[in-house]
């Protein structure tokens, strides 16, 4: 049993009631692979097959029906128990917190955000990563704790994404770029230039336009702010990110003035991102008030 965590328990449980691994993972928002794998782990560690396929159905045994009558007890108690001790004072939290900042918000507010941390929260070890592939399915598995970055209208549903920000996207260049001599830019000139893009999903934020006139020259993708912001100081090419992310007193880079058509703006949502199922979570509410607190004093 000690090698049963508490998702494990949540994927069996729903598969008892479903009977089905593709309605299980629709419900628990994962893969129909990561049930099966879940399922495969389980019955080593059970050393019971716990389910008996028969058709399309997986029918429980009955140590599988003895567990899942008392499962939901311990689920509620175990929470029950994490919400009292997480409601305590931050000072007295220990342990490990895993927290994704995408690029654009790390390079900002990764150190300040950090010192806010460890300021009330002095006994903990705080793991604060770039987003990588890993980014859901460590918040699903509450691997990670929360998430922050730009708001994405295709991430699953059990993905809460919380806005902090209201933010301006702006299209940055070096001070000898040529577009700086122009009061303002039209968008048919910015063909004439590259840009640098974010190449990982979710990680950065590109220019947030509809149908430009023009296919985009782009020498450089990275998922690295820090090179990005490199390169654009030191070559022609245009990088994007947000008027709350330019307060980094390194960034060198000046905002191009670009004159938008009626009815376009560029605008993005800086988010927090957590599993719904923590939403209520004593301690994902004080995470959130600590990061809206740095990104949004």
Same mark, same amino acid.
């Given at each position: 049993?000690?090698?049963? @965590?508490?998702?494990?328990?949540?994927?069996?449980?729903? /598969?008892? *009631?479903?009977?089905?691994? %593709?309605? #299980?993972?629709?419900?628990?928002?994962?893969? =129909?692979?990561?049930?099966?794998?879940?399922?495969?782990?389980?019955?080593?560690?059970? @050393?019971?097959?716990?389910?008996?396929?028969?058709?399309?159905?997986?029918?429980?045994?009955?140590?599988?029906? *003895?567990?899942?009558?008392?499962?939901?007890?311990?689920?509620?108690?175990?929470?029950?128990?994490?919400?009292?001790?997480?409601?305590?004072?931050?000072?007295?939290? #220990?342990?490990?917190?895993?927290?994704?900042?995408?690029?654009?918000?790390?390079?900002?507010?990764?150190?300040? /955000?950090?010192?806010?941390?460890?300021? &009330?929260?002095?006994?903990?070890?705080?793991?604060?990563?770039?987003?990588?592939?890993? /980014?859901?399915?460590?918040?699903?598995?509450?691997?990670?704790?929360?998430?922050?970055?730009?708001? =994405?209208?295709?991430?699953?549903?059990?993905?809460?994404?919380?806005?902090?920000? *209201?933010?301006? +996207?702006?299209?940055?260049?070096?001070? =000898?770029?040529?577009?700086?001599? %122009?009061? #303002? +830019?039209?968008? *048919?000139?910015?063909?004439?230039?590259?840009?640098? #893009?974010?190449?990982?999903?979710? =990680?950065?934020?590109?220019?947030?336009?509809?149908?430009?006139?023009?296919?985009?020259?782009?020498?450089? &993708?990275?998922?690295?702010?820090?090179?990005?912001?490199?390169?654009?100081?030191?070559?022609?090419?245009?990088?994007?990110?947000?008027?709350?992310?330019?307060?980094?007193?390194?960034?060198?880079?000046?905002?191009? @003035?670009?004159?938008?058509?009626?009815?376009?703006?560029?605008?993005?949502?800086?988010?927090?991102?957590?599993?719904?199922?923590?939403?209520?979570?004593?301690?994902?509410?004080?995470?959130?008030? +600590?990061?809206?607190?740095?990104?949004?004093?």
């Amino acid at each position: 049993m000690e090698n049963l @965590n508490l998702r494990t328990i949540k994927v069996l449980l729903s /598969l008892h *009631e479903t009977e089905n691994t %593709y309605q #299980t993972a629709d419900k628990m928002g994962i893969s =129909q692979s990561a049930v099966a794998r879940t399922l495969a782990k389980a019955r080593e560690a059970l @050393n019971n097959p716990l389910f008996i396929r028969q058709g399309r159905a997986f029918l429980p045994t009955p140590l599988m029906n *003895e567990l899942a009558s008392k499962w939901p007890d311990f689920i509620e108690n175990f929470e029950n128990l994490a919400d009292v001790e997480l409601s305590l004072d931050p000072f007295w939290l #220990t342990g490990q917190y895993h927290i994704y900042l995408n690029s654009h918000i790390k390079n900002a507010y990764g150190a300040s /955000l950090f010192q806010a941390l460890s300021t &009330h929260s002095p006994k903990a070890t705080w793991i604060i990563e770039g987003w990588d592939s890993m /980014l859901i399915d460590d918040l699903l598995n509450q691997r990670a704790a929360i998430g922050v970055g730009f708001y =994405q209208e295709d991430l699953p549903k059990v993905i809460a994404q919380d806005v902090i920000l *209201e933010d301006k +996207v702006l299209l940055l260049a070096n001070a =000898q770029h040529p577009l700086h001599h %122009y009061d #303002t +830019v039209e968008l *048919e000139q910015l063909g004439g230039f590259g840009f640098i #893009t974010h190449s990982k999903r979710y =990680q950065g934020i590109d220019l947030k336009l509809e149908a430009l006139p023009f296919t985009p020259i782009i020498p450089l &993708h990275t998922d690295c702010m820090e090179l990005a912001t490199k390169v654009a100081q030191s070559q022609p090419l245009l990088l994007t990110t947000t008027a709350s992310c330019l307060c980094d007193g390194k960034n060198t880079l000046l905002p191009v @003035n670009i004159n938008m058509p009626q009815g376009r703006t560029l605008s993005t949502k800086t988010v927090c991102l957590y599993a719904q199922e923590v939403a209520d979570k004593p301690f994902i509410r004080w995470l959130k008030h +600590v990061i809206r607190e740095v990104i949004h004093p």
